[in-house]
């Protein structure tokens, strides 16, 4: 174990699997205090250092509960990251309404009903609000009309609660990734995908420590003046 976040108190979003439980291990690893916010039982249950909340982030009242649950325990977080999403990759002819509303429900709606909750605990001190975005949103592929458009909604969130958070020290940015090889991906084509990374600037897949990269220069005490930025992996631009 490490001390780069010895102290820090973390809230991960979607830390039951893929890459949601990688970032929790990761700042496990670093010596940070986690909370993890999914539905389903914990799958990290072996460390001290974790909690688990059985939310649905799109709800509200539950949200709040949780909140108030690790308000009780922290007074405070310090960082936020927004990683729990949902996936829907069909031809918009083909894909059920009931199916693009989930979609839009998790990954907009979730996001913001956590990222609010987050930033009442970090109105006092300051905090980093980090949202794991796509590369889906850049790029706009065939097939992924509902996810890029609820990560681009993700994207432009986090850039008005910028504004809206900045007196408090607040950061809000975007960590748009490229595929990695988790379950976040399950509902994706391999043969796509192997046909987009091939057309990036740097044609490979992501990793964790990529991920983590970013994160780290996003979560940095040093970056107070960093806000209301998307860096994508692997040489996507918009």
Known sequence: MT?????????VTGTTRGIGRLIAEYFLVEGGLVHGIARGAATIVDDKYVHHEDVDIADEAAVSTAFRAIRKANRAIDILIN???????????????????EVMRTN????YCVSREAAKLMKKSGG?????GSMA????????????????????????LAKEF????ITCNTVGITAIKTGMFHGFSTEVLDEVIARLPIPRYATDRDIYNVIDFFASD??????AQTVFLGGVHQ
């Open 166 to 169: 900045q007196a408090w020290g």
């Open 128 to 132: 980093r609000i980090i949202t794991i």
């Open 222 to 227: 040093d970056s107070g003046y960093v806000t």
């Open 3 to 11: 001390d780069r976040y010895d102290g820090k108190v973390i809230v």
């Open 83 to 101: 990683n729990a999403g949902a996936v829907a990759t069909q031809h918009s002819l083909l894909l059920p309404v009931s199916q693009a509303s």
């Open 137 to 160: 949103a850049a790029l706009e592929p065939s097939g992924d009309s509902i996810y890029a458009a609820s990560k681009a909604a993700g994207q432009t969130l986090m850039n008005v």
């Open 108 to 111: 907009v709606i979730g996001t």
